[in-house]
T-cell receptor, first 112, second 115 residues
Framework: DVKVTQSSRYLVKRTGEKVFLECVQD?????MFWYRQDPGLGLRLIYF???????EKGDIPEGYSVSREKKERFSLILESASTNQTSMYLC???????????FGQGTRLTVV | DQQVKQNSPSLSVQEGRISILNCDYT??????FLWYKKYPAEGPTFLIS?????DKNEDGRFTVFLNKSAKHLSLHIVPSQPGDSAVYFC??????????????FGKGTLLTVNP
């Protein structure tokens, strides 16, 4: 079974903190994604990586950065957390273009 | 501009009846479509997909129909069960390499199946 593991289920951080969300997949997938889910807005793509050290901005990259130093790991960084970044963050990975993306269990981040 | 639209935020059906969830898209470069199911506090799980070369794909109680000319797809669940109650997301992907592998999601439809 494919496994995508996010480092935390729940996080509470203070405004202005630098926050790291970690994601690891065990299926040697080329593509990895970070989404956030908000009520009424669905899943919105933050950043995307289709190879090690390669990254592309998604629809809402402002206030975020990413790192992919190894194929299995994709990190999302909130440079200076703000309350409007309180959300559910979802990591996913995929392989060939015609296969589904597999999601992690999500990280519920609250910024206070 | 929303490229994948799910215009019904919610849908309620009786157990045993058919559930039909709809999705429209605007980008003609999309050629692979997926449906995901999501329970609260969990990540989405893949349900079923369809390539643009097909107009129907079936897996057990779940069938996805694609109408390319109308840029419309639908998910049929027959018969609906209370355990199907969840948020359903429609997603679409382009076919070229690189950034076209990303999935674009709709806003989701909350399905409630009443016993």
């Amino acid at each position: 079974d494919v496994k995508v593991t996010q480092s935390s289920r729940y996080l509470v951080k203070r405004t202005g903190e630098k926050v790291f969300l970690e994601c690891v997949q065990d299926m040697d997938h080329e593509n990895m994604f970070w989404y956030r889910q908000d009520p009424g807005l669905g899943l919105r793509l933050i950043y995307f990586s289709y190879d090690v050290k390669m990254k592309e901005k998604g629809d809402i990259p402002e206030g975020y950065s990413v790192s992919r130093e190894k194929k299995e790991r994709f990190s999302l960084i909130l440079e200076s957390a703000s309350t409007n970044q309180t959300s559910m963050y979802l990591c996913a990975s995929s392989s060939l273009p015609d296969t589904e993306a597999f999601f992690g269990q999500g990280t519920r981040l609250t910024v206070v | 501009d929303q490229q994948v639209k799910q215009n019904s935020p919610s849908l309620s059906v009786q157990e045993g009846r058919i559930s039909i969830l709809n999705c429209d898209y605007t980008n003609s470069m999309f050629d692979y479509f997926l449906w995901y199911k999501k329970y609260p506090a969990e990540g989405p799980t893949f349900l079923i997909s369809i390539s643009s070369i097909k107009d129907k794909n079936e897996d057990g109680r779940f069938t996805v129909f694609l109408n390319k000319s109308a840029k419309h797809l639908s998910l049929h669940i027959v018969p609906s069960q209370p355990g199907d109650s969840a948020v359903y997301f429609c997603a679409a992907r382009g076919h070229s390499g690189g950034s076209n592998y990303k999935l674009t999601f709709g806003k989701g439809t909350l399905l409630t199946v009443n016993p």
